[in-house]
């Protein structure tokens, strides 16, 4: 053994040279330390008797980083004490750990290590196998090879993803749909992740991405419940360091870094080609059409409106239509909804017409039509293509929706959010403006689809809902009329 290689014991009492994942000054740790004299890393052990043990250089995995001055690479907290020691880990077993102010984030999967000596101690013995057993998340147990964890050393680091949805009222799809693409999404790419609903709750929402924040995100990703509460969010995410994602909906003036969602605008315009389509299909003359538009606070209603007004505005100044009342319903509210249009029914009877800006406020119409028998009577628009949504069309009471295909949204979000994760500067197909700054913010827009009757089966062929969520009941004979397989 060379000079450079002599080895000893730091005791408990120096400082400086305790990690606070091994022991506090002046106390005793489970697991003492070893360290090389020359500075070039600690080894394991327990005491001075293991100090024969074949060389163990560590450097760091894909999350590991120095926390003591002077000492590069990874300081592991070991799994030697005899409470913690697994036969099938052995004496290499690891567990890493990043540190956080509120504490440390586990990585999941093993850290990497080089061992200067293909051979490794066991039970006194010696083997000369190239694979070790690395104790990973869970106390798992899992084999790497030496050019695997070459592999794993050479790739970038990977941050945890934070995702904040809005509700689970205003429309199912956030739960049935966004959460769980966007889950087998990360899960796919093999990075953290941690997603939670807000609940139309602005304080709960500021304080789920506080937290999110602390627990060390790197990239937040959220879907706002209004500009104000989502720019505060952002302002503060950005502050800190972490890149921020409006997903479906733009927060006005937030600057985030990146912006998904679908073309709402188009999303308007199909509605209202959906509703002159049924219009002219009843025959219907000079009809007085009802505005429920989507809330007065989400950008993406503002957009909605634009796109219908663009097709019935045009008819409204010709005399061709009607413009009817109208009412933009707060938070999406499918119950102060159907008050609202309640009380529009009461104030003009004869309205001939719905423009509804989705699939719940929509049904909360039809809710009210059906108490007065005017319901398959009156066509009645909407979005989201929810099971409820594409019920009403096969019924006959709901004229059309608008599919967005959720899972096309929640991958591209995810692939944005995985490249941010890595440290990387991934680039968007496009771009909108934001009409408060002015500025542009790097965008993925898909395109939407407009549903009738005849082609419902293509949602089910998509995926998105299944035959046995959609043709319950009454509707078995109409999805087979509908020709859903």
């Known amino acids: 053994m060379s000079s450079s290689d002599a080895i000893v014991a730091i005791p408990a009492a120096v400082p400086q040279r305790v990690h606070p994942n091994i022991g506090q000054a002046g106390k005793k740790s489970p697991d003492r330390q070893i360290w090389r004299q020359d500075g070039g890393g600690p080894r394991l052990g327990l005491d001075r008797r293991r100090a024969r043990a074949p060389t163990t250089r560590w450097r760091p995995g894909p999350r590991c980083r120095s926390g003591v001055p002077g000492v590069s690479g ?66 798992q147990t899992s084999t790497t090879t030496s050019a695997e964890a070459s592999a794993e050393a050479s790739q970038p680091a990977a941050g945890k993803i934070g995702v904040i949805l809005p509700d689970s009222k205003s429309s199912a799809r956030w739960e049935t749909a966004d959460r769980k693409y966007l889950q087998e999404a990360f899960e796919a790419a093999g990075v953290e992740y941690d997603i939670q609903n807000a609940q139309n709750d602005k304080t709960a929402f500021q304080t789920i991405a506080d937290q999110m924040i602390t627990n060390g995100a790197t990239v937040l990703m959220i879907v706002n419940l209004d500009s104000g509460t989502g720019k505060t969010v952002i302002d503060k995410a950005r502050s800190q360091g972490v890149a921020t994602i409006d997903y479906d909906r733009l927060t006005l003036g937030g600057n985030a870094a990146y912006y998904v969602s679908f073309d709402n605008e188009k999303v308007g315009q199909l509605q209202g080609e959906g509703l002159s389509k049924c219009l002219a299909d009843k025959g219907a003359e000079k009809p007085i059409v009802a ?77 009210v039509l059906k108490k007065n028998k005017l319901n398959g009577k009156v066509p009645v628009t909407g979005q989201d293509a929810t099971v409820q949504g594409l019920q009403n069309i096969l019924a006959g009471d709901q ?41 542009d913010v790097p965008a993925e827009l898909l395109d939407p689809q407009a549903i009738y009757a005849e082609n419902v089966k293509d949602v089910v062929a998509d995926g998105y809902v299944t035959k046995e969520e959609l043709c319950t009941g009454d509707f078995a004979d109409k999805c087979t009329e509908a020709g859903i397989q």
């Open 74 to 139: 990874l300081l592991p907290e070991t799994t030697n004490s005899p409470s913690e020691r697994s036969s099938k880990a052995g004496r290499t077993g690891i567990r890493c750990r990043k540190q956080h102010s509120s504490g440390p984030l586990r990585k999941k999967g093993p850290c990497t290590h080089a061992q200067g000596d293909p051979q490794s101690d066991r039970r006194g013995g010696r083997t000369n196998s190239r694979s070790h057993r690395l104790r990973g998340d869970g106390g």
């Open 291 to 367: 505005y429920l538009n989507g809330s007065p606070t989400d950008n993406n209603a503002t957009l909605f409106k634009q796109g219908y007004d663009g097709v019935l505005k045009p008819k409204f100044d010709s005399g061709e239509y009607v413009k009817g009342p109208e009412q933009s319903v707060p938070d999406w509210d499918n119950t102060q909804a159907g008050t609202l249009f309640e009380q529009m029914l009461t104030s003009e009877p004869k309205i001939a017409g719905v423009l509804s800006a989705n699939d719940g406020l929509g049904n909360a119409a039809i809710t």
């Open 399 to 439: 004229c059309m929706t608008v599919y967005k295909a959720v899972k096309k949204e929640a991958d591209a979000a995810a692939k944005l959010a995985v490249a941010l994760a890595k440290g990387e500067k991934p680039a968007a197909s496009g771009s909108v403006k934001d009409p408060e700054t002015g500025q």
